[in-house]
């Protein structure tokens, strides 16, 4: 699958990759940021954004979606960042093809299983009423039944469209499907652990990235470097962007 991109800059190509319900453009402070010391090639992973859907959501179809988008940009080798369900995309991609991934950077996600409410998230988003003049003030309390953070409903909502016919622009069903693809981590077989630099970011305040997971993070990247962004939670690159953005300056050009 050729994915949706948005390209920024001028230099040796970096890959940008979203999390779970975000699109390319929510990581524009960290591709303007980035831009002016390389090309930026921000991707929508499948079912995201601009890109197209399909069913399959397993690490290896994604990390083959970034691999054959990179082909068809004649990109054969590529610093890879990405955050989140982006990192985990990033990680299979840096172990399946070696040869692509120049240095790998993970943002507050760890090669392991997790366990969390997104199902709900899905439903009560699939249970909007997509109805002609549908208002986001609308959607967002039909939402804050079971999603209470108000910051949550409106990155949630980024992903509805409106006007004439609302609709979503992340493929809701298949997301749904691929739920239990999406939280777990099934390491690819044969597979030898990726020798590339990598920094692995992770927020202070968030619990996606425990101490528990530094074996397996050096067992499949023994070049690994953890930092800790403190005060942020898992997503970092918005919440601290400044100190974000100056390790992966530091780290993808030293």
């Not at 366990?115 to 909007?128: F, G």
Request: charged share 20%; net charge negative.
């Amino acid at each position: 699958m050729i994915l949706n991109t948005l390209i920024s800059g001028e230099g040796p190509p970096l890959v940008l990759l979203h999390g779970l319900f975000g699109a390319a453009k929510n990581l524009g402070a960290l591709s303007r940021g980035l831009s002016p010391q390389a090309r930026v090639i921000a991707m929508d992973l499948r079912n995201h954004g601009d890109s197209p859907h399909g069913a399959a959501m397993d690490f290896a179809t994604m990390a083959g979606d970034v691999a054959d988008t990179c082909a068809a940009l004649g990109v054969a080798r590529a610093r890879v960042a990405g955050h989140s369900l982006g990192g985990k995309t990033a990680m299979m991609l840096a172990l399946l093809r070696p040869e692509l991934v120049e240095r790998l950077a993970v943002l507050d996600i760890a090669p392991m299983r997790y366990d969390h409410d997104y199902d709900d998230y899905v439903k009560a988003m699939q249970a909007i009423e997509l109805h002609p003049g549908l208002s986001r003030g609308e959607a967002d309390a039909a939402l804050a039944h079971v999603v209470k953070a108000a910051p949550m409903r409106a990155f949630l909502l980024n992903n509805l469209s409106l006007g004439a016919v609302p609709h979503w622009r992340a493929g809701l069903d298949e997301i749904g499907a691929a739920m239990p693809d999406l939280l777990s981590w099934n390491e690819p077989q044969g597979a030898l652990p990726y020798q590339g630099p990598a920094l692995f970011l992770r927020g202070g305040e968030s619990d996606y990235v425990p101490d528990a997971a530094g074996p397996g993070i050096k067992r499949l990247f023994p070049r690994a470097v953890v930092e800790t962004v403190a005060g942020a939670g898992h997503w970092l690159h918005a919440e601290k962007p400044a100190q974000v953005l100056a390790s992966l300056q530091g780290f993808f050009f030293p």
